[in-house]
């Protein structure tokens, strides 16, 4: 059961990593301007959230809901959990314009998102 939490959490690391760095990138790209970065979500909600995201999540939902009273069956909900983490392989795979530099102000909003996720 324990082998089951610890690659639950590597997997949501993973994924965290992932998304995270895309919206940084994209708030790098408005120049850390937050109306420019709401303008950019607004305008490109099929590449923020698409029908795709809100089935993982309901996946995710069900999964999670079934091993809370079923706790048996962490394979079962592993599995569910790492083909809805696959998800975030799209973030990895995006060319970008520009690449993400991680300058002093990126690292400090990397890592207050990561804290403020966790």
């Known amino acids: 059961m324990i082998y089951g939490l610890i690659v639950g959490v590597i997997l949501w690391g993973f994924n965290l990593y992932f998304r995270i760095k895309y919206y940084l990138h994209m708030m790098q790209l408005e120049m850390y301007d937050n109306e420019k970065y709401q303008n950019w979500i607004r305008s490109n909600k099929s590449k923020t959230t698409t029908r795709k995201t809100g089935i993982l999540v309901a996946v995710t939902a069900v999964a999670t809901t079934i091993y809370l009273f079923n706790p048996y069956n962490i394979f079962i909900f592993i599995g569910i959990w790492v083909v809805s983490s696959f998800y975030s392989l799209e973030f990895i795979k995006m060319e970008n314009k520009k690449p993400l530099v991680f ?6 909003l990397f890592a207050g998102t990561i804290v403020a996720s966790v």
């Open 103 to 108: 300058t002093n102000r990126a690292k400090r």
